[in-house]
């Protein structure tokens, strides 16, 4: 299930690079996440109690001593020995078997369900990181543009352009970008630690990330009706068969038991007179039952199986609500973060547009600072939220694929 579940990401959101990145972090998220690790014990547990019930009633053994030897017409007894074992009614430990079997592969299931909260988390982190980083490039390439500019306006005061106004204001705005820019350096190493410790590793171990991601020009057609084979639900599935399993064991235990058994007397020999047997020690077979005849207790454990069955029920259709809104909503930002990115994509086109007409006035010895520093930060608003945009689609993909991936 981690195998389909890794190629999917790679077929829906193809990237190559990144997704083999996420596949070895996942991999080594998995293996050293104390979560996981704590689960598959649970679920070693579950299967070990298999064993647990595949056993019979302890064996009574018994010995007394006569203190008075009660006297026979073949002679006295002097002790009596025996042994017994109790049996349950036919079927009953394959029943138990069953449903301790039920129970574990319910655990199995959680293992599921964590490894896949685990991807998800995973990716997503991995998404913001993506996010901080390309800001900061973005936030590089401006600060090298404003340094630019400042040169011309430089060029500009000398020849009596421009005055140092102008100048400053380029310098004022470099500094707000480096602000920015060490900002998200902080922010960086707080995702970098949220990372890390999904991986269970050092906070400070430095995270690959690609430089580059770009919304594919279709979405893949993914089906609701994936919804019900998500694990969250399977996992009601399996709690109900469990509660059957259970009520099978109960009705077994609600059956007669028996037991099997064998005494054993050791007689003493008469000395006063001779005869057939005289002396024959005394070896007596046993049958026993144990008929639940007051059987209140396993009536009552069988309505409460059918109430349970009911509110297991009730909390799968509760949770696929869950599901199928967050789906929805899932589906419906993807949607908006490609229409958002490709206005941002058209702005932006259009505001490099008016950057070139900025540069050609200076050529012919007419600019406007504050024009080049409004169509600036302009070009910023529009690169940040391309990214904004990007990251939201593959977070908001990466929750799809959680929901409807099988």
Same mark, same amino acid.
């Given at each position: 299930?981690?195998?389909?579940?890794?190629?999917?990401?790679?077929?829906?959101?193809?990237?190559?690079?990144?997704?083999? #990145?996420? +596949?070895?972090?996942?991999?080594?998220?998995?293996? /050293?996440?104390?979560?996981?690790?704590?689960?598959?014990?649970?679920?070693?547990?579950?299967?070990?109690?298999?064993?647990?019930? &595949?056993?019979?009633?302890?064996?009574?053994?018994?010995?007394?001593?006569?203190?008075?030897?009660?006297?026979?017409?073949?002679?006295?007894?002097?002790?009596?020995?025996?042994?017994?074992?109790?049996?349950?009614?036919?079927?009953?430990? #394959?029943?138990? +078997?069953?449903?301790?079997?039920?129970?574990?592969?319910? !655990?199995?299931?959680?293992?599921?369900?964590?490894?896949?909260?685990?991807?998800? *988390? %995973?990716?997503?982190?991995?998404?913001?990181?993506?996010?901080?980083?390309?800001?900061?490039?973005?936030?590089?390439?401006?600060?090298?543009?404003?340094?630019?500019?400042?040169?011309?306006?430089?060029?500009?005061?000398?020849?009596?352009?421009?005055?140092?106004?102008?100048?400053?204001?380029?310098?004022?705005?470099?500094?707000?970008?480096?602000?920015?820019?060490?900002?998200?350096?902080?922010?960086?190493?707080?995702?970098?630690?949220?990372?890390?410790?999904?991986?269970?590793?050092?906070? *400070?171990?430095?995270? !690959?990330?690609? *430089? =580059?991601?770009?919304?594919?020009?279709?979405?893949?057609?993914?089906?609701?009706?994936?919804?019900?084979?998500?694990?969250?639900? %399977?996992?009601?599935?399996?709690?109900?068969?469990?509660?059957?399993? *259970?009520?099978?064991?109960?009705?077994?235990? &609600?059956?007669?038991?028996?037991?099997?058994?064998?005494?054993?007397?050791?007689?003493?020999?008469?000395? =006063?007179?001779?005869?057939?047997?005289?002396?024959?020690?005394?070896?007596?077979?046993?049958? #026993?039952?144990?008929?639940?005849?007051?059987?209140?207790?396993?009536?009552?454990? #069988?309505?409460?199986?059918?109430?349970?069955?009911?509110?297991?029920? %009730?909390?799968?259709?509760?949770?696929?609500?869950?599901?199928? &809104?967050?789906?929805?909503?899932?589906?419906?930002?993807?949607?908006?973060?490609?229409?958002?990115?490709?206005?941002? $994509?058209?702005?932006?086109?259009?505001?490099? =547009?008016?950057?070139?007409?900025?540069?050609? @006035?200076?050529?012919?010895?007419?600019? @406007?600072?504050?024009?080049?520093?409004?169509?600036? !930060?302009?070009?910023?608003?529009?690169?940040?939220?391309?990214?904004?945009?990007?990251?939201?689609?593959?977070?908001? $993909?990466?929750?799809? /694929?959680?929901?409807? @991936?099988?």
């Amino acid at each position: 299930m981690k195998k389909k579940l890794l190629f999917l990401l790679i077929a829906v959101l193809a990237f190559s690079a990144k997704a083999q #990145t996420l +596949e070895s972090y996942l991999q080594q998220a998995e293996q /050293n996440n104390p979560v996981i690790q704590a689960m598959e014990l649970r679920y070693n547990i579950a299967e070990e109690k298999v064993n647990e019930v &595949n056993t019979l009633p302890n064996t009574t053994f018994g010995a007394g001593y006569f203190v008075s030897e009660p006297e026979t017409r073949v002679g006295a007894q002097r002790a009596r020995f025996s042994v017994s074992q109790m049996l349950p009614w036919f079927g009953t430990i #394959t029943a138990r +078997e069953n449903y301790a079997g039920s129970m574990a592969d319910a !655990e199995y299931t959680e293992i599921v369900i964590a490894k896949r909260k685990l991807a998800l *988390s %995973l990716a997503q982190s991995y998404y913001v990181l993506y996010g901080i980083q390309a800001k900061k490039t973005v936030l590089e390439e401006n600060i090298a543009l404003l340094k630019t500019y400042e040169k011309l306006a430089l060029t500009s005061v000398e020849v009596g352009k421009a005055s140092a106004v102008d100048v400053l204001k380029l310098q004022i705005r470099q500094n707000e970008l480096q602000q920015q820019r060490q900002i998200l350096d902080q922010q960086y190493l707080a995702e970098q630690a949220v990372f890390n410790n999904l991986l269970n590793r050092d906070e *400070s171990i430095g995270v !690959e990330v690609v *430089s =580059d991601m770009q919304i594919p020009s279709e979405d893949p057609i993914l089906g609701k009706e994936g919804l019900s084979m998500n694990p969250e639900l %399977l996992k009601y599935d399996q709690l109900f068969q469990s509660v059957a399993q *259970s009520e099978l064991v109960n009705q077994k235990e &609600n059956a007669p038991s028996f037991g099997i058994g064998l005494d054993y007397i050791p007689v003493s020999e008469r000395t =006063d007179m001779m005869m057939s047997d005289n002396g024959k020690d005394i070896l007596m077979p046993m049958v #026993t039952f144990s008929i639940p005849i007051f059987n209140n207790k396993f009536k009552s454990v #069988t309505k409460q199986n059918q109430l349970r069955q009911k509110e297991i029920e %009730l909390q799968k259709e509760e949770r696929l609500n869950v599901l199928e &809104n967050t789906y929805a909503k899932a589906i419906s930002q993807r949607n908006e973060a490609r229409i958002a990115f490709e206005t941002q $994509s058209k702005n932006l086109e259009q505001a490099k =547009d008016a950057e070139e007409i900025l540069i050609k @006035n200076y050529e012919t010895g007419t600019i @406007n600072f504050n024009d080049v520093l409004d169509i600036q !930060e302009l070009q910023l608003k529009f690169q940040t939220n391309q990214i904004q945009s990007t990251q939201l689609y593959y977070m908001q $993909s990466a929750i799809i /694929n959680y929901l409807i @991936n099988k």
